[in-house]
């Protein structure tokens, strides 16, 4: 097997390092189209990503806009309380309400370039 064929191992934390980054470079595609954040909040808030004062503050934002920029600021780089990613909650959130299915396209194709792109990284080390 050559070394472009090697299975490169990417870690847990290589994972949730790269979900970060998707969630975070995309806020703005993110934020314009998911309007009002609230309607996810008890998934985040059962996984404990999410608390009353995480809730209070993200919805006294103004416009809804704000309040999603401020949602996903707040998701990124947490954990729940069973190590679930938050891009994981918010992407699972999406798909059992089926709305915003564009945005799970997004954010999986955005996660797939990172994943392929760290894997050459690697293999060139």
Same mark, same amino acid.
């Given at each position: 097997?050559?070394?472009?064929?090697?299975?490169?191992? =990417?870690t847990?934390?290589?994972?949730? /390092?790269? %979900?970060n980054?998707v969630? %975070?470079?995309? =806020?703005y595609?993110?934020?314009?189209? $998911? *309007?009002?954040? *609230? @309607?996810?909040? /008890?998934?985040?808030?059962?996984?404990? =990503?999410?608390?009353?004062?995480?809730c209070? !503050?993200? %919805?006294?934002?103004?416009?809804?806009?704000?309040?999603a920029?401020?949602?996903?600021? !707040?998701?990124?780089?947490?954990?729940?309380?069973?190590?679930e990613?938050?891009?994981?909650?918010?992407v *699972? /959130?999406?798909k @059992?309400? %089926?709305?915003? #299915?564009? #945005?799970? @396209? =997004? $954010?999986?194709?955005a $996660? /797939?370039?990172?994943i392929a792109?760290?894997k050459? !990284?690697?293999?060139v080390?």
């Open positions: 097997m050559s070394a472009d064929e090697e299975d490169v191992t =990417i847990e934390k290589d994972l949730a /390092a790269l %979900k980054d969630l %975070k470079e995309n =806020i595609e993110i934020s314009s189209q $998911l *309007g009002d954040p *609230g @309607r996810y909040f /008890a998934s985040f808030k059962a996984k404990e =990503i999410l608390d009353r004062t995480d209070e !503050t993200i %919805k006294a934002q103004v416009t809804s806009m704000e309040k920029n401020v949602f996903i600021d !707040t998701i990124s780089g947490r954990c729940g309380r069973k190590g990613h938050p891009y994981d909650v918010f *699972g /959130a999406l @059992r309400m %089926k709305v915003h #299915i564009h #945005i799970v @396209r =997004i $954010l999986n194709q $996660l /797939a370039k990172k792109e760290l050459t !990284t690697k293999r080390q």
